[in-house]
């Protein structure tokens, strides 16, 4: 039986969704729950890696299992072996040829940044920071230079393996709500670092180091080495996946959680 979870967690304190030899990984520790449950090891595969520090909204993940259960036990059940950072939302049996990874249709990404002087308190590990007033109009106009399909590689990390760095941005919105800037991204996928990428040429934007146009020259000339530095990873959120309705997932297209103090 092959069953879909959808899970949030706070990746603060975590290496990265991917398991490590090591543990520390999401992935080691929802493994290890769904073990105790299905009374026998268990492996997961997600719709979308997240790195060290990086959090989830609505994360997809699907795993195989011969162990008869109420549905309930996949979500309550395994939320009881699960640290307090890390949480099941929903379980659901799904056909065998259903993939979290190879049957998404889109990825969406949100990163939260503070625009305020002082550091943040509350929020710590859960938004990113810059001190200076930001141009949020500047930064949107940039980030309207990036939607389409182009070639991401001035975005993409040096140790990132994705087979291309062609991709479709579907989405590239700059919002402000009070204190804090929104970034939202939605693509077919995404680069190792594209987002955090993406964010620190946006700020460089906003704080007045370069007019809007810049953006869409760095991403012409496809060199990572003219670009901003990586903006840091707590500020960023997998927002949700995308999935034909023949799935019948619970969280499916458009459906996007929000996060917002």
Known sequence: MRFALGLEYDGSGFCGW????????VQNVLESALSIVADAPTRVVCAGRTDAGVHALAQVVHFDTDAVRPDTA??????????????????????SDFHARFS???RRYRYLLLNRAERPG????????FHRPLDVDAMATAAGLLRGEHDFSAFRSIECQAKSPVKNLRRADVTRHGELVVFEFEASAFL???VRNLVGALVYVGKGSHAPEWVGEILAGRDRARGAPTFEACGLYFAGVDYDPVWQLRVGAGDTAMILP
């Open 122 to 129: 509350l929020m710590a590990r859960r938004v990113g920071w």
């Open 74 to 95: 996949w979500v309550r059940g395994v939320n009881a072996h699960l640290p307090d950072s890390v949480a099941v939302r929903w379980a659901q049996p799904v056909p």
């Open 104 to 106: 998404a249709r889109g």
């Open 192 to 194: 190792q670092h594209m």
């Open 18 to 25: 991917q398991s490590q030899a090591g543990g520390g990984a």
